[in-house]
C-alpha cells in the first residue's frame, strides 16, 4: 500500500484516508451521522451550548474512528477487526 491509498493533501495538510475496505453500506451510514453530527456542533457554537457541543464532537468522533480516520491507523489492524469497529461505531451512533 502507498502513502496515496493511506492519506490525502488538501491545502498542505495531510489526511488520514477512509478504510477502503469497508463496505459501501458502513460507509455512506457513518458519513451520514458524521454530516449530522457535524452540523449538530455548529448548532451548538451557534447557540453556546457547551454540553450539546460536547455530545456533538463526541458523535464526530465516533463517526470518524468508525470510519478508520481516527484512532488506529487502519493498515495496522485486521480487516476483520476494522470492520468490526465499523459496525460498532454505527451501532453507538444509533442510539
Given at each position: 500500500?502507498?502513502d496515496?491509498e493511506r492519506?490525502l493533501v488538501?491545502?498542505?495538510?495531510?489526511?488520514?484516508?477512509?478504510?477502503p475496505?469497508?463496505?459501501?453500506?458502513v460507509?455512506e451510514?457513518?458519513?451520514?451521522?458524521?454530516?449530522q453530527?457535524?452540523s449538530?456542533?455548529?448548532?451548538?457554537?451557534?447557540?453556546?451550548?457547551?454540553?450539546?457541543?460536547?455530545?456533538?464532537?463526541d458523535?464526530?468522533?465516533?463517526?470518524?474512528?468508525?470510519?478508520g480516520?481516527?484512532g488506529?491507523?487502519w493498515?495496522?489492524?485486521?480487516e476483520?477487526?476494522?470492520?468490526l469497529?465499523a459496525r460498532?461505531?454505527?451501532?453507538?451512533?444509533?442510539e
Open positions: 500500500m502507498t496515496d492519506w488538501i491545502d498542505g495538510r495531510r489526511w488520514r484516508r477512509t478504510d475496505a469497508l463496505p459501501e453500506d460507509v451510514a457513518l458519513k451520514s451521522h458524521l454530516g453530527a457535524r449538530a456542533v455548529r448548532q451548538a457554537k451557534r447557540s453556546g451550548d457547551d454540553a450539546a457541543m460536547r455530545r456533538a464532537r458523535r464526530v468522533q465516533v463517526a470518524k474512528t468508525g470510519l480516520e481516527r488506529p491507523e493498515w495496522d489492524v485486521a476483520a477487526d476494522r470492520l469497529q460498532d461505531a454505527l451501532d453507538q451512533l444509533a
